[in-house]
């Protein structure tokens, strides 16, 4: 069974840059896009972008100017940066695995909240 | 970007009803149109992918219907474990674009 656990520090300060490891279990990462995906607390879901396991990136135009997504195949493992953080960044972020075919994240880490505040 | 609207935004309902939650989008999207279930504290969790495709394991009182920008997912009979909410999104094209969500509660 595949299993995704996002691991990153639950507060950041304002100005700096947030990153946050994805680590896959079960499974490889090669083959598949994996998109990160936040939250904010008691709203909404909004997609970040995603990376293909070569290396390949597709983000968001809200994120765009702001948002590094890597993989590392060695370490079967996803990675997201996100600069200039600012308290609208607060949110739970989620890793997920994308479906074959754009069929939808088919599995997703647990999440982790990451608040902004001095 | 593809605006996604979900309605109604909440919905209370009894154990044992029907229960439809409609979902358009803001262009023709094909079939690439997913459900998800939401449970407090808990991640995201897909039901329907492909607009009406059953993920492994989702019960079958759950259904998805549509194409195009008018989508449905429906469920025959809600049992307890159902109340939740529910998301849908599309992934025709990037940026993949969520509706905002249907809270379904309890009558």
């Known amino acids: 069974q595949v299993q995704l656990r996002e691991s990153g520090p639950g507060l950041v300060k304002p100005w700096e840059t947030l990153s946050l490891t994805c680590i896959v279990s079960?499974?490889?990462?090669?083959?598949?896009?994996w998109s990160w995906i936040r939250q904010p607390p008691g709203k909404g879901l909004e997609w970040m972008g995603y990376?293909?396991?070569?290396?390949?990136?597709n983000y968001s135009p809200s994120l765009k100017s702001r948002v590094t997504m890597s993989v590392d195949t060695s370490k079967n493992q996803v990675s997201l940066k996100l600069s200039s953080m600012t308290a609208a960044d607060t949110a739970f972020y989620y890793c997920?695995?994308?479906?074959?075919?754009?069929?939808?994240?088919?599995?997703w880490g647990q999440g982790t909240l990451v608040t902004v505040s001095s | 970007d593809i605006q996604m609207t979900q309605s109604p935004s909440s919905l209370s309902a009894s154990v044992g009803d029907r229960v439809t939650i409609t979902c358009r989008a803001s262009?023709?999207?094909?079939?690439?149109l997913n459900w998800y279930q939401q449970k407090p504290g808990q991640a995201p969790k897909i039901l329907i992918y492909a607009a009406s495709s059953f993920q492994s394991g989702v019960p079958s009182r759950f259904s998805g219907s549509g194409s195009g920008t008018a989508f449905t997912l429906t469920i025959s009979s809600l049992q307890r474990e159902d109340f939740a909410t529910y998301y849908c999104?599309?992934?025709?094209?990037?940026?993949?674009?969520f509706g905002q969500g249907t809270k379904l509660e309890i009558k």
């Open positions: 999104q599309q992934t025709y094209i990037t940026p993949y674009t």
């Open positions: 990376v293909y396991y070569t290396g390949n990136t």
């Open positions: 262009q023709s999207i094909s079939r690439y």
């Open positions: 079960g499974g490889s990462i090669s083959g598949y896009y």
């Open positions: 997920a695995r994308d479906g074959i075919g754009a069929s939808g994240h088919d599995y």
